[in-house]
């Protein structure tokens, strides 16, 4: 772990990721978004590098999902035209 690595509270998750509390810990129970540590017996965070990878991870998602997308409407383009 790097030595400035940094926790912050579902308040900071919520505002980074634009996700909702609701949606947050729906995402962690199915596996799909990072699960929060103890910070102490009642408090629990996350650490900001595995909420920024995540968000990294579905901007690069995103982006080839929308490259395939523009590759078949390109491709139905071509073929309506020839």
Known sequence: MVNDEAIERIEQVE???????SAI???VA??????PIAITDKAK????SEVVAWIQS?????????????K???ADTIETTA
Do not use: I, M, V
């Not at 505002?15 to 509390?21: E, F, P, V």
């Open 15 to 21: 505002a980074r990721t634009g996700l909702k509390k």
């Open 72 to 74: 078949c409407r390109d």
């Open 45 to 48: 965070g996350w650490l900001r």
């Open 30 to 35: 199915r596996g799909e978004f990072p699960a």
């Open 58 to 70: 579905r901007a690069e998602l995103s982006r080839r999902d929308s490259q395939a997308s523009r």
């Open 25 to 27: 810990y729906a995402r």
